[in-house]
């Protein structure tokens, strides 16, 4: 009896450690910064359905029109999705076509070898889950946009 009561006081311990732990992470200030900005320029979409197909899979990460889920909110979850939003803004961002894209160049290979959306992302959202036509649309486009692929080799042997 003494052996239970032992086992449930350290189960209660532990589970008032991660409370205790939760709570006071709360106070780091860091993912709470749920701004958009507005839209300067997006890219030539081909059409309304590819545009929808990266609003759907691309635009929260990828763009100035990121939906703030609730739990964007609470820490830890706020660092993380924060961290992604800044770093895909950062590399690719389909609100502010009119500047530099840093890796635009890489947007067909991450979509076709199934880096992007990430995978954890595709669980909350099944807005995300491409099948495989839609994923071949959104390639062609950025194959397209960026002269790579079958469409754009030769382009620069000019």
Request: aromatic content about 10%; charged content about 25%.
């Amino acid at each position: 009896m003494q052996r239970m009561l032992l086992r449930w006081g350290g189960i209660a311990i532990a589970v008032i450690v991660t409370v205790v732990l939760l709570l006071l992470i709360q106070a780091v200030p860091y993912g709470r910064d749920h701004s958009n900005p507005p839209v300067r320029q997006e890219p030539p979409w081909d059409s309304p359905k590819t545009r929808a197909l990266a609003a759907g899979a691309c635009f929260d990460c990828h763009s100035n029109q990121t939906h703030w889920p609730w739990y964007s909110n609470i820490a830890p979850a706020s660092w993380l999705i924060q961290h992604d939003v800044s770093a895909g803004r950062d590399k690719v961002n389909f609100s502010e076509w009119d500047r530099p894209q840093e890796e635009s160049d890489e947007l067909a290979e991450q979509v076709e070898e199934n880096k992007m959306p990430p995978t954890y992302y595709r669980w909350f959202h099944s807005e995300a889950r491409l099948s495989s036509a839609e994923r071949e649309a959104l390639i062609r486009w950025f194959e397209t946009m960026f002269g790579q692929g079958e469409a754009g080799e030769g382009e620069d042997e000019h």
